[in-house]
């Protein structure tokens, strides 16, 4: 049996815990781990989007049948919520929002703080839950006066990033079965107890894209308002379809077809700009343009409901990123935002994107980027 040490519940004596589902071996294999820990356990499927129901990128019917064969499996009951409208309303309008503005926001926060940990919570409390459950890759550590978010022990994996908007009363009733275990351990486990989606490709991208292609799926909502493409030098390269559609250090579907001053090194977008609606690139991964040893963040959200300490920590400014070492300064004003400064340059700081300190293993909290 393997023992759940990130658990912020007692294992005294069974208790409810409504497990998200989502058809993947992750919330799978969570929900069997809880099962066999002796709490009562509930699965709970959310729909979170229905735009395309009968498109060939969503995959939520099948997800449901598969979360349905694995709660007949490991014996669970399970039911699903429909989630669709909060959803539109606190994620996809603010996603939109701010693509609109230039910047490159990141769903994925913003749905597990307003959604996964707040509208199913709540959901899960009034089917008189003592705790939720996900298949995240992060840990919980109850300390003397509060609730810590850690990161995953597979670092390849690690959640923290995303879910680091989490506040300590979401915390206080949450449990990540999977933050101790290797993702290949989680395999071995569903392969062992015969959960037949063991092999499942894991889910990527924004929950609503899917495998689609982003920049087809965002000029559904977006208008293309065409501009010129420049150089770093100003020179004039040609014509984009709309800011919205690209993202600094993007590298591939920029248009440009290639060299334009023979040194064979590829475009990368460096700069917009809003006011003349033109897109700046620049050649090479390691141009100036594309570095920087700063960053500003507003917005912020701390786990411990206060800012850090000034000083020197760790931090990723995307997801997939090796920590760097920072140091964090108050911004203006300091009550709602900060700024970092890098002793190394970092590549492609992105307006919309958050910034996420850490300390050691401690996800601290952070922001939203607004400069770099």
């Not at 969570?30 to 002796?38: D, F, I, S, T, Y």
């Not at 090194?265 to 003349?276: F, I, L, Q, T």
Request: aromatic fraction near 10%.
């Amino acid at each position: 049996m393997i023992y759940l040490k990130s658990s912020a519940i007692s294992l005294d004596k069974p208790s409810k815990v409504v497990v998200g589902m989502s058809g993947g071996v992750d919330s799978s294999v969570a929900a069997w781990l809880l099962k066999q820990q002796g709490y009562e356990v509930i699965g709970l499927f959310m729909k979170n989007w229905e735009d395309d129901d009968n498109d060939q990128y969503c995959s939520a019917r099948q997800d449901w049948l598969d979360v349905v064969s694995v709660a007949d499996l490991i014996g669970i009951d399970v039911e699903a919520v429909n989630f669709a409208a909060e959803y539109r309303e606190r994620v996809f309008a603010e996603f939109l929002k701010e693509y609109a503005a230039g910047r490159t926001p990141n769903p994925d926060v913003l749905c597990n703080a307003e959604i996964k940990f707040k509208a199913f919570l709540d959901y899960a409390m009034s089917l008189g839950a003592d705790a939720i459950a996900t298949g995240h890759y992060a840990r919980v550590r109850p300390s003397k006066d509060n609730v810590q978010l850690l990161k995953a022990l597979d670092f390849t994996k690690d959640q923290s990033y995303f879910l680091h908007r989490l506040t300590q009363i979401q915390l206080s009733k949450v449990l990540f079965p999977l933050g101790e275990i290797n993702k290949t351990e989680v395999r071995k486990i569903a392969e062992k107890i015969g959960l037949h989606n063991a092999q499942k490709k894991d889910s990527t991208g924004i929950c609503f894209i899917g495998e689609r292609p982003f920049r087809e799926f965002l000029n559904r909502y977006l208008p293309r308002i065409p501009g010129p493409i420049k150089s770093t030098e100003g020179k004039l390269l040609g014509e984009h379809m709309g800011l919205a559609f690209f993202t600094l250090g993007q590298r591939k579907g920029i248009g440009l077809g290639g060299s334009q001053d023979g040194n064979g090194e590829a475009w990368y977008v460096a700069r917009k700009d809003m006011e003349s609606n033109t897109l700046y690139v620049a050649q090479g991964h390691e141009h100036p343009w594309l570095l920087s040893n700063s960053l500003s963040a507003m917005d912020a959200s701390w786990i411990e409901g206060q800012m850090p300490k000034l000083g020197k920590y760790t931090a990723k400014t995307r997801y997939r990123q090796v920590d760097s070492l920072c140091e964090i300064k108050a911004g203006k004003p300091s009550n709602s935002g900060f700024d970092l400064v890098f002793p190394d340059p970092q590549w492609a700081v992105t307006p919309g994107q958050s910034a996420v300190l850490y300390d050691g293993d401690i996800c601290l909290g952070g922001g939203i980027i607004t400069s770099g």
